[in-house]
């Protein structure tokens, strides 16, 4: 099992700069991809950024040039640096990690931080 948590989420104004992390436990040693969800009260769930184990990184179009997707493998945790913050940003953050066993891919899910981003 894999347990994910987020942290680093508040209140900024436009322009300003937030990191988050996620913090994994568990069976770390089968995590391979990671990556950050964001979601708003209506809309679907939708992709930020994505990680390898390797540091490959992919970033969704509206998030490319102001986010940074890195990772430490060591401590077991993801970051998502994020500039030039607007407030379309504003979102619950989610820390997504596919751990792989059995020759099965798993995904565990974290349980949100909030990203405010005030005009």
């Known amino acids: 099992q894999v347990q994910l948590v987020e942290s680093g989420g508040a209140l900024v104004q436009a322009g300003g700069s937030l990191r988050l992390s996620c913090a994994a436990s568990g069976i770390t040693s089968s995590i391979g991809l990671m990556g950050w969800y964001r979601q708003t009260p209506g809309k679907q769930r939708e992709f930020v950024a994505s990680?390898?184990?390797?540091?490959?990184?992919d970033y969704a179009n509206s998030t490319k040039g102001r986010f940074t997707c890195s990772r430490d493998n060591a401590k077991n945790t993801m970051y998502l640096q994020m500039n030039s913050l607007k407030p379309e940003d504003t979102a619950s953050y989610y820390c997504r990690a596919v751990a792989n066993r059995y020759g099965r891919d798993y995904p565990y899910w974290g349980q949100g931080t909030q990203v405010t981003v005030s005009s």
């Open positions: 990680i390898t184990s390797g540091g490959s990184t």
